[in-house]
């Protein structure tokens, strides 16, 4: 329900800032959470590509925010990348993280 849930990762290429347990939330401009399993598959396969947005999150910390708060992070997120403001998203993409009291902030 959350997103596209990371077991496991090539040696090549391999993804420098994701990690075995990790979710993706959204991929390209596509939010993956509150998507049914063949949605979610259709959503991150049209964006899959070198180079994509990702906008990641270790799912133990995930797990522990409501969803909602999971959902509106990554709008804001995403926010600059859907009004055309590709610059300040990053060319590689942006992970989801929590600080030590929970609230999600932007990493890119």
């Given at each position: 329900?959350?997103?596209?849930?990371?077991?496991?990762?090539?040696?090549?290429?391999?993804?420098?800032?994701?990690?075995?347990?990790?979710?993706?939330?959204?991929?390209?401009?596509?939010?993956?959470?509150?998507?049914?399993?063949?949605?979610?598959?259709?959503?991150?396969?049209?964006?899959?590509?070198?180079?994509?947005?990702?906008?990641?999150?270790?799912?133990?910390?995930?797990?522990?925010?409501?969803?909602?708060?999971?959902?509106?992070?990554?709008?804001?997120?995403?926010?600059?990348?859907?009004?055309?403001?590709?610059?300040?998203?990053?060319?590689?993409?942006?992970?989801?993280?929590?600080?030590?009291a929970g609230i999600p902030?932007?990493?890119?």
């Amino acid at each position: 329900e959350a997103g596209y849930l990371v077991e496991e990762l090539e040696d090549w290429p391999g993804q420098p800032d994701i990690r075995a347990g990790d979710v993706i939330v959204a991929i390209g401009e596509e939010q993956l959470i509150g998507l049914s399993e063949a949605k979610m598959e259709e959503e991150f396969g049209k964006h899959f590509e070198n180079g994509a947005l990702t906008i990641v999150g270790p799912m133990e910390l995930l797990q522990k925010m409501p969803l909602e708060h999971v959902r509106r992070a990554t709008n804001r997120l995403l926010r600059p990348w859907k009004d055309g403001d590709r610059t300040s998203v990053g060319s590689v993409g942006s992970i989801l993280v929590t600080s030590p009291a929970g609230i999600p902030r932007g990493k890119r």
